[in-house]
């Protein structure tokens, strides 16, 4: 049976989170920032971000309410989550705002890190909810090859 109420507030705290630093990193200024960006071969454009990033956080969410509905949930798992949502909401403070290339790549890493221990966390709760992640690492790998090219070419 699903948990209705649980499941919206699930969904809602990641997308909560991305808006929210969205607003951080100076919102519409960073589509212009990013467009005169000198960037790696295969960067995507700008409009392709806020799409995958959407879909990202509801897939974390679907993922979080798969784990919490579990028993094999643990507060470990709680904890790893809310921070790698924590170091995600950062980064495009980091990287758009600051212009601190450097220091953004070193906050990815650290951040794909804690998502790929979130997904071995997930392992005992829910197969789907580890999938659901999965997306979510091959995107952060993508980001971290975008974010050094961008460093390294500034």
């Given at each position: 049976m699903v948990r209705v109420k649980l499941l919206l507030r699930c969904l809602v705290i990641p997308l909560g989170v991305g808006f929210l630093g969205s607003l951080l990193a100076g919102g519409s200024s960073m589509r212009e920032l990013y467009a005169v960006l000198?960037?790696?071969?295969?960067?995507?454009?700008?409009?392709?971000?806020?799409?995958?990033?959407?879909?990202?956080?509801?897939?974390?969410?679907?993922?979080?309410?798969?784990?919490?509905?579990?028993?094999?949930?643990?507060?470990?798992?709680?904890?790893?989550?809310y921070i790698q949502l924590a170091l995600s909401g950062i980064w495009p403070f980091i990287f758009f705002r600051l212009t601190w290339f450097g220091w953004a790549l070193v906050e990815l890493i650290l951040l794909l890190l804690m998502v790929v221990f979130l997904t071995f966390l997930c392992k005992r709760a829910s197969n789907l909810a580890v999938g659901l992640l999965v997306p979510y690492i091959l995107w952060l790998l993508y980001a971290g090859y975008i974010c050094y090219g961008v460093f390294a070419l500034s």
């Open positions: 000198e960037k790696p071969p295969f960067s995507p454009p700008g409009i392709v971000f806020p799409i995958v990033w959407t879909i990202l956080y509801l897939m974390m969410g679907v993922s979080d309410y798969l784990c919490r509905t579990s028993s094999g949930d643990s507060s470990l798992r709680r904890q790893v989550y």
